[in-house]
Every structure is written in C-alpha cells, then in structure tokens.
C-alpha cells in the first residue's frame, strides 16, 4: 500500500499553486537539501513503500517532498513511525506512518522529529523550524492527526479523530502558542477559508449529525441540516465567512453531483446546486491559496505500487473548473498477485 499526504482534509494536504502538465514518471534526485530551495513549493509529501500491500517503509528511505517543478527532496528530519500511547513504535502492519501535513500554498511542512516526538512547523523560505510540543505524548501518535491552514499560519492538532475526550487544539505557528480549542467529541474537517474558523460535525444524541463552525476566539455556529449534507458522499467546506458551508454531493459510484451553499446561521440553503463537472471519483474540497477552493482527486493502485492526482480550482457560483495541476507519485513496489 502507499502511503501519502494531501493536504487536506477534512481534510486534509498541500498541492501545486498554479497549472502544470501531467508528470511523467518519477524524476531522479535532483536536490540535496536539509529544507527547500529558493522559491520552491512542496506538492506532497510521502514516505516510500517497500511493503506492497501493506505499509513498511523501505529501509533507511526518509519522508521525501514533492516539488512543483517535479523534483524531489529527502527529509530526514521527520518521523517514520508512529508510535503507540507507550512510545514505542506501531506495528508496521497497521498502515502507521507518522503524521505530516503540508499546508495548501506548499510553503509549510508540519512533522514529527524523530529524534524526540516534538512536532515541528517549517517555513519557507529560510525554513528556520519552529518546534511545538510533543503532542503525541501519552496518546501515541499515530492517534494524533496535523493540518495546517492553507497559508500554514496555523496547525490543527486532532487526537482520535476527534471522538475521544481529549479537545483538538488549534496553534498559532508564528508564537507556537494554543490559539483555540475544538471541544471534544467534534470530529474536524478542517479550517475556513482564512484559517479563522474549524469546520466540524458532531453526532447527537437523537441520531443526527450537527455541522459546526468553530471561530478562535470560543465561540460557534452551528445547524442541524439535511442529513444528506453529511452523509457519506458529501464533503463540505466552510467559507471565510465562518457560516457558509459549500456542500459537494456525491454519486453512489464517488462522481462529484451538485454544489450548493448552506447558511448555518439561517438553519437554510442559500442558491441553487451547480453542477461540477471533473468526473473524478471520491474528491474533496479544500482551500487554497487566496481563498481559492480547491477539488482534489486522488486514484491508487497498488498494484503498480503509485498514485496520481488531480487538483481543479473550483468556483462556486458556477460549479466551472479548472485543472491547476495533476502528477503520479511512483512510492513503492507493485502488490504481489
């Protein structure tokens, strides 16, 4: 299996910032590099896989980067593993690389140092680290997820996706201090549009899913919507508003249907569904530099051991979109059949 990051998410991580052709196979080393060269931004990072079906990095091979113009660079500052709540290392069969995140514009890097847990932001250019707890600590870390706002000004720290009792936190990267706190039991999908808020669902107790948007400064608003809006096959963003939710229905085949805005403030939505026409299965929503929205596809075969991906910007008063880039990662060894 291989074993990626993208920016995003819910969610979560970090892409081209403008057009680029298809990228042919991987290119040879290029760059020897502790950081990033001048005027470079990180597309992807990923960790070489030497397990096929399943995760085991390849012996020695450190996180590598991914960069706009296709070069790659090694990162051997990071983590490979991740680790249980004692701190030893999470058996390599269950898939567990250690968190990294890559922030939208491709101008940060948010890792674990392998040399003490520490989780590190790194930003370019000058790339001077700025190192924050070892928030893994107790809990492991392969239960801690990171996702850096699209700009990388802030990093979200989530602990069991979210459903456990211990609150996601929110950090300041240029003071390394806690700037908010995501209440226990919401399960983030990421930040706003200007990385002022953390859009987040959250089950009730009447079987119903609550979409929240969460500001830094305490305070939230929230909607029971239509439950279609968050059900499986939806992804959503939350604009920089802090109350305007873009919902990407889905087909039952993973087809990008219709998207439509909800108002979490008026309970309603607020325009007509466009139709979005990249014919990509199972995408997500994100946001890229600029307050650009952003569809990301991303297709996996293991059995030839790579993946390819696809990012569109995306307008939402149209549903129009625009392919900004698309690359293949070739990151481990076919699965054997």
């Known amino acids: ?3 990626k990051i993208t920016a995003c998410a819910a969610a979560v991580l970090a892409l081209a910032l403008s057009a680029a052709p298809a990228a042919a196979a991987q290119p040879p080393l290029t760059v020897q590099a502790p950081w990033l060269p001048k005027g470079a931004a990180v597309r992807e990072a990923y960790l070489p896989n030497c397990g096929a079906d399943y995760f085991m990095p390849c012996k020695g091979a450190p996180w590598h ?32 690389p250690a968190p990294f995140a890559v922030s939208a514009d491709g101008r940060a890097v948010a890792y674990v140092r392998a040399r003490d847990g520490r989780v590190v932001v790194r930003k370019a250019p000058g790339g001077k680290p700025r190192v924050l707890a070892a928030y893994g600590e107790g809990v492991g870390t392969r239960n801690v997820a990171l996702t850096l706002s699209a700009d990388g000004a802030r990093l979200l720290v989530v602990f069991e996706g979210g459903t456990g009792k211990r609150p996601s936190l929110v950090v300041d990267v240029a003071t390394g201090e806690r700037a908010a706190e995501v209440p226990a039991g919401n399960v983030p999908l990421g930040f706003s549009a200007d990385g002022d808020e953390v859009l987040a669902t959250r089950a009730e107790r009447d079987n119903t899913v609550k979409v929240v948007a969460h500001a830094l400064d305490g305070s939230s608003v929230s909607a029971t919507p239509p439950q279609q809006v968050v059900a499986r096959g939806t992804a959503l963003a939350l604009a920089a508003d802090g109350r305007t939710v873009l919902a990407l229905s889905l087909t039952a085949e993973g087809l990008p249907s219709g998207l439509r805005p909800y108002d979490l403030e008026a309970g309603a939505w607020t325009g007509p569904a466009r139709r979005v026409r ?21 297709e996996s075969v293991a059995e030839e051991g790579r993946s390819s991906t696809w990012i569109y910007a995306l307008d939402p008063a149209t549903g129009s979109a625009r392919r900004i880039d698309e690359y293949t990662i070739h990151s481990g060894v076919p699965e054997k059949r």
Not at 65 to 83: I, Q, S
Not at 278 to 297: D, I, N, T
């Open 278 to 298: 990249p014919k990509r299965l199972w995408p997500s929503l994100r946001w890229g530099p600029g307050g650009r929205l952003e569809l990301v596809a991303t």
């Open 65 to 96: 980067l991914l960069l706009r113009d296709g070069r790659w660079v090694p990162f051997r500052d990071a983590a490979r593993y991740a680790t249980r709540a004692d701190g030893s290392r999470a058996d390599e069969v269950e898939d567990s």
């Open 1 to 3: 299996m291989k074993v």
